[in-house]
């Protein structure tokens, strides 16, 4: 069953599209919509009061002004918006997280920490001279320690190592990633970070922080292969021990892939899943099985995912969960995932139901 366009708008109950272990698709939520921006890439974490924040890239839609939408656009911001109620309602107004002063932000990456501070990564690009093509600036991150209403930063981490690009001012990139980065049960911060392989495509390495996000260093590669390419990765850790990093490709047909560490970070093995979508959020549930959520980039387009046991061990064979099938086109996706008080599930997400349509941020509970 798909929803009209004034039943996604209002938020209203879709039934069931699938189920797996125990877990079904509940409804739909409509978070932030503003036609004249295209919002995109969330995140969510949860306070521990209660309150859901969620953060998203925010920027002009330049197709009113007769242009196209980019990726890469100057005014890109991050921003967000609350919850004070399970999700049923959403302040209308983003607040600013991060304006880069040189050019525009993409995918704010919220990691909420023990001591409840969030620390959220990014990436930026500028618009050189001749406004074509764009720059690179690599990755930052910003800190809050007020539950998201102030932000400090930026921090600007380590490179990765073996890469020789260097930003507008000639100084090495700072190490970038789109995904959820972990705070492991030893109190160190895990982040898999993309980067140029010797082989002319990307690779992901493992950068690890001592003090909570301040300083970075490298640990060892995560995946690199000669003719698959690897980038938006986030991490995870189970209750073993074992680091799993949940892993987009290229030239792979799409399909997922999972690394895992038995060694805390000090080398890692990959393999393909043997299913497509890109990319995941890994979310641990009350019985520590493990929610695995991400885009659907093909027909019919939506969002997708399965329900690990403790150890990441059956991706493969676990059943998949559509929670949509009505993505007017593949722009859409980049999924992230948090625990209601109530015990379900809301997984948020940018969405179109039409290709000339807003992208707006949405949301799916499953209980």
Known sequence: ???TRTQFLLGMTAAPLAAAGN???LKDILIYRNPRFYSAFPSIVRRPGGELLVAFRRAPDRRLQGGHVSHSDPNSYLVLVRSTDGGATWTREPELIWAHPEGGSQ???????????ILCSSYAWYQTPNQRPYGF??????????GGNTWKGPILPAPAPDVESTDPFG???PSYNRGAMLEGSDGRLYWAVAHKNRYGGTGISLMVSADKGSTWIYSCPIAIDPKVDFNETSMYETPRGDLVAFVRSEKFDDQTVIARSTDRGQSFRWEGAGFQGHPHHA???PDNRVWLVYGYRHKPYGIRARV???ECTDARTAQEIVLRDDGGSGDLGYPWATLLPDGKVLSVYYFNL???GPRVIAGTICG
Not at 110 to 117: A, I, N, T
């Open 1 to 3: 069953m798909h929803l």
């Open 308 to 310: 690990l046991n403790a």
């Open 137 to 146: 600036l690599g990755g930052y991150l910003v800190r809050s320690t007020d």
């Open 283 to 285: 979310l641990r549930l």
């Open 23 to 25: 877990y079904r698709k």
């Open 171 to 173: 100084k090495p990139l």
């Open 107 to 117: 995918d704010p990456c919220m990691v909420q920490l023990r001591d409840g501070s």
């Open 354 to 356: 039409d290709s000339d």
